[in-house]
């Protein structure tokens, strides 16, 4: 039902928050500027039906909204305001744009009469954000009618949602938002879906019945939880080995018997090898871009040893990389439930195949043994004591890959998305989109994963997780004093030649409890358990501070075996 007829005439401020809470938006992220004051008093005027959450640097906001979009599958939603404010939320719109997440950017814009001008803080933002199919966003609009601005914001929610998801600019010059307007807003959006064609499904089951060692990557977005349901009938029933792309870990259930690795960085050798030797690929959803690709070596661009079918929701995707044998342009929900369809024939070449990968995965689940402080042990020991619907979020840097090794991800089908991580690598993800999380869903636990780089790029989003009351919400800073994965590829190109690598750290402890949080250091594996323990019962955001040995600088191999390996 609408926030208001017809005939109330009322700022386009106004009008926009009940456009919002039209569409099911219930929370905004962001941070306040002049420029859009008669937003802000919409918030006030509907407050009991939204709420706007003030965070303390817009990259911080965009990244909640971009990990607002990853958990519901619609729009998230951010404010922030002209020149400045819209230069730091950058960071989170090419995230949305890389991850295939569908969001919205609102940006405070200089009144229609100084236009043109070089106002204060004013930026051209179709110049600066695109859209384009290679970059910041897939659309940029600048209302300058107020009666037209629910037919924006109605355009800007089906083009964040339809084809392949992504994030949408839209510009709201000042004068704009004070015109008094007595249009209403129009209804929630439903995205268009598309499906696979008959003659494409029934081409790719013959493909599939002619191959004899098949390979499932699944990824992307606009998967439902019925979608990886149907998924997982699909492979059972033509017993497929199933990888996940990088950083769509949660969409497969990563316990399933037929589930056999993720397709990233740090990817294990055993499934790189069987992706390499596979003569079918059957890419579900993922972009196939070079971190699921192994740099578009796995899969040779532009033209794969391996067949390729690439089902994908976009049409600018399919056929943008990979000459490919076939092409379906679909969404992920219509996707799976077709391919689920699909009769697979009584016998399969490949069934003893999916076992070993099966059995590879697995064996890339023991680890290593490390003192004092067991990177997979600790992750294990989340895993083992977290509640199942547990929430993960991290950043980029190499900390990040004992989580993507040692984790499994129930998969979406059961608990949702669970996996918040930035496939664009943009460090300082992790703590937004973990207290964005926290606030969203407070009755789910969230564990936030960080590098000590990673972390301070974000880290005063503390504040919004104190302000704002979240609640069940761990951040463990993996403190190895470096920008260790920079200082990986220096040891490796200029070995011996550390050059802007090493970390100045503050006390973790001490700056998360001026936060308003618990904190604790943990140097041993033995101290984990204990603390991560405590910090699950206490019901506070907690900060738990590791201290890794800067040679441990993969789940693999050390710093030092990486250097001596460059400089024999
Ligand atoms: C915003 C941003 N800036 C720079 C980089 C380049 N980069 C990738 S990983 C990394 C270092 C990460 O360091 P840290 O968080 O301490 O984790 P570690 O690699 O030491 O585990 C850097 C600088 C990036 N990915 N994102």
């Not at 209403?184 to 696979?196: D, H, I, K, N, Q």
């Not at 780089?453 to 880290?459: E, I, K, N, S, V």
């Not at 594996?525 to 955001?541: D, H, V, Y």
Request: proline share 6%.
């Amino acid at each position: 039902m609408g926030v208001a007829s017809s005939s109330t005439s009322r700022i386009a401020g106004h009008l926009l928050v009940e456009a919002l809470i039209e569409q099911g938006v219930d929370t905004c992220f962001g941070v306040p500027g002049e420029s859009y004051l008669a937003v802000l008093d919409g918030f006030h005027a509907y407050r009991d039906r939204i709420r706007f959450i003030a965070c303390r640097q817009e990259g911080g906001a965009a990244f909640m909204a971009e990990a607002q979009g990853k958990l519901t599958g619609r729009p998230g939603v951010c404010f922030v305001t002209r020149g400045p404010g819209a230069s730091n939320a950058a960071i989170g719109l090419h995230t949305a744009f890389q991850d295939s997440t569908p969001m919205i950017l609102f940006i405070g814009q200089v009144a229609g009469d100084q236009r043109d001008r070089e106002a204060f803080q004013e930026v051209d933002y179709r110049q600066m954000f695109g859209p384009g199919t290679l970059g910041m966003a897939k659309l940029v609009e600048e209302v300058t009618d107020a009666d037209r601005l629910s037919e924006y914001v109605s355009r800007a929610f089906h083009t964040a949602m339809q084809g392949r998801p992504g994030p949408v600019v839209v510009v709201l010059p000042e004068d704009m938002l004070t015109t008094a307007t007595s249009t209403t807003v129009l209804p929630r959006v439903e995205p268009a879906l598309s499906s696979p064609s008959p003659s494409a499904l029934a081409r790719a089951a013959e493909m599939l019945s002619a191959a004899r060692r098949p390979f499932v990557i699944v990824g992307g977005s606009g998967w439902t939880a019925e979608s990886c349901l149907a998924l997982e009938h699909f492979v059972e029933r033509w017993h497929l080995p199933v990888g996940c792309a990088f950083r769509f870990q949660d969409i497969f259930d990563n316990r399933h018997p037929n589930y056999a690795g993720d397709v990233g960085i740090g990817i294990n050798p055993a499934l790189a090898e069987r992706i390499g030797g596979a003569d079918l690929i059957l890419a579900i959803g993922p972009r196939l871009g070079e971190m699921t690709t192994g740099g578009y070596s796995l899969l040779a661009a532009p033209r794969p040893q391996q067949q390729l079918i690439h089902v994908h929701a976009g049409a600018e995707e399919l056929g943008r990389v990979y000459a490919a044998d076939l092409l379906i342009q679909s969404a992920m929900a219509c996707a799976a439930p077709a391919f689920n369809a699909l009769q697979a024939p009584a016998e399969l070449p490949w069934t003893a195949e999916t076992e070993r990968a099966r059995n590879a995965y697995s064996a890339n689940l023991v680890p290593t043994r490390v003192e004092p402080l067991d990177m997979a042990e600790v992750v294990l020991t989340i895993q083992r004591l977290a509640p199942d619907d547990t929430v993960y979020a991290n950043g980029a840097g190499n900390f990040s890959g004992w989580l993507h090794r040692f984790h499994s991800y129930r998969g979406l089908r059961h608990d949702g998305r669970t996996q918040l991580a930035p496939t664009s690598g943009a460090m300082g993800y992790g703590v937004p989109a973990a207290v964005a999380a926290s606030l969203l869903e407070p009755h789910r636990t969230v564990v936030n994963l960080a590098g000590d780089g990673d972390f301070l790029m974000t880290g005063q989003e503390l504040a919004t997780a104190t302000g704002y009351g979240a609640r069940r919400l761990i951040s463990i800073v993996v403190d190895n004093g470096i920008y260790g994965t920079i200082r990986m590829h220096q040891e490796r190109e200029y070995p011996g030649r550390v050059s802007g690598s090493d970390l100045f750290n503050p006390d973790f402890v001490a700056l998360a409890i001026a936060y308003g949080w618990k904190a604790e250091r943990v140097d041993t594996t033995a101290e984990f358990e204990p603390a991560f323990a405590r910090a699950l019962a206490n019901g506070t955001p907690t900060l738990l501070h590791l201290k890794l040995d800067p040679d441990v600088i993969t789940s693999r191999t050390t710093l030092t075996a990486i250097r001596e390996a460059s400089n024999p």
